[in-house]
């Protein structure tokens, strides 16, 4: 799906949803209502209700398939999120190690480093629009900073190499967060979801085809559950875009301040 689907507030994407599963099943109850006469409804109404049970239970199928997916990749940019912040911050306490102008440095570079990345990385990602082609600079420069110093005493050793292992866990966990920027439900399986979707209404039009009100009513039921789970599926489909995104607020909220 789009961007300007995704970008849409989740009021407005149900909207969308429901009503185009509302309209296939309009398009459906008045083909089947207008082909049901005389030896074609005979033989519309021949077809077994057996039918229901499988194709509901593959339809089920696609949605667990599809939706595990989907959570499993909105889960992990969280997580992604979540460890480069906590490597961040591990960078932000061992920083008053090495005081005065190294510590300064360091909380510089971090602070443009997260700037950089609520500005310039997120908007990208939203649009899945960023690759892994260039580094991060200020990370870079920090970690070249932090191998450049001279540590004194076992105190200021221990920190460097605390400081260097929290820096790389936070390269590493921006890496994962931009691989999972590119993760999205692909066509064929919108095209499949769908279609299962539209052989089940179709299957249960000619069932009832002989009864309006338990043609509408059944079919509307279904609907209604398909429509649910497209939304569900479409409103976390891309982890970094929508009003249910993975903000960059936990990068925020350790982003070192400036002293005095």
Same mark, same amino acid.
Not at 58 to 78: N, P, R
Not at 99 to 121: C, F, H, T, V
């Given at each position: 799906?789009? /961007?300007?689907?995704?970008? +849409? ?9 429901? *009503?185009?599963? =509302? ?5 459906? =109850?008045?083909?089947?209502?207008? +082909? ?9 109404? &021949?077809? &077994? ?19 595990? @997916? ?7 940019? #969280?997580?992604?999120? /979540?460890?480069?912040? #906590? ?22 570079? %971090?602070?443009? =480093? ?15 629009? %960023? ?26 050793? %221990?920190? @460097? ?10 390269? /590493? ?7 999972? #920027?590119? &993760?999205?439900?692909? *066509? %064929?399986?919108?095209?499949?979801? =769908? ?5 089940? !209404?179709?299957? $249960? ?11 509408? !009513? &059944? ?10 789970? $497209? ?9 970094? $875009?929508?009003? $249910?995104?993975?903000?960059? /607020? ?11």
């Amino acid at each position: 799906m789009s /961007d300007w689907f995704h970008n +849409l507030p989740v009021t407005w994407m149900a909207l969308l949803v429901f *009503g185009f599963t =509302y309209f296939v099943v309009a398009v459906i =109850y008045v083909v089947v209502r207008l +082909l049901a006469v005389g030896e074609r409804a005979r033989a519309f109404k &021949s077809v &077994s209700p057996g039918m229901l049970p499988p194709l509901g239970i593959v339809f089920g199928l696609f949605v667990g398939f599809t939706g595990a @997916q989907v959570w499993s990749d909105s889960a992990t940019a #969280s997580a992604a999120v /979540d460890r480069e912040a #906590s490597a961040l911050r591990s960078v932000a306490l061992l920083a008053p190690a090495f005081p005065g102008e190294p510590k300064n440095r360091l909380d510089a570079l %971090i602070r443009s =480093y997260i700037a950089e990345a609520k500005a310039q990385e997120w908007p990208l990602m939203a649009h899945r629009a %960023i690759t892994l082609t260039k580094a991060p600079s200020a990370l870079s420069e920090a970690l070249q900073f932090t191998l450049s110093l001279q540590p004194v005493g076992a105190g200021q050793q %221990i920190a @460097q190499r605390e400081i260097i292992s929290a820096l790389q866990n936070a390269m /590493d966990a921006r890496r994962q967060r931009l691989l999972l #920027s590119q &993760s999205q439900v692909t *066509g %064929i399986k919108w095209f499949c979801l =769908y279609l299962q979707a539209i052989c089940a !209404l179709f299957a $249960i039009a000619l069932v009832h085809c002989d009864n309006r009100l338990a043609s509408i !009513l &059944s079919m509307l039921l279904f609907a209604t559950g398909v429509a649910t789970a $497209i939304l569900l599926i479409a409103a976390h489909d891309r982890p970094f $875009i929508g009003e $249910i995104s993975v903000s960059p /607020d936990p990068l925020l909220q350790v982003m070192p301040q400036p002293e005095g």
